[in-house]
């Protein structure tokens, strides 16, 4: 089946950078949008940027000018570029894609999330 696998998460100090990684893999005939949500403790999952297959990117107004979404359609993968980050940054993020499987009909799948923690 289709899976979302992340990478790239961990510990980085205020003011610092890391870059996440998502990969789509399994029976996929093609993706259509793909993005990033985040949830903190005791918040509701929120959005973060959002990229459709022609590159289109979208931001929060929280990330803009901070983080970068970008994909390489070939590869299948969405990666995120989060400079500058801040300690609100903190959360659980999560991968997501629309994606239309052979043989089958479209869905949106999600990763299983990889912690950003942005602490001194």
Known sequence: QVQLVESGGGLVQPGGS????????GPIFSIY???????APGKQRELVATI???????YA????GRFTISRDNAKNTVYLQMN??????TAVYYCNANIGVIFGTMGAY????TQVTVSS
Request: with cysteine; proline share 6%.
């Open 18 to 25: 890391l870059r996440l990684s998502c990969a789509a893999s």
């Open 33 to 39: 949008r793909m993005g990033w949500f985040r949830q």
């Open 52 to 58: 459709t297959s022609g590159g289109s990117p979208n």
């Open 61 to 64: 107004d929280s990330v803009k």
């Open 84 to 89: 500058s980050l801040k300690p609100e940054d």
């Open 110 to 113: 999600w990763g299983q999330g």
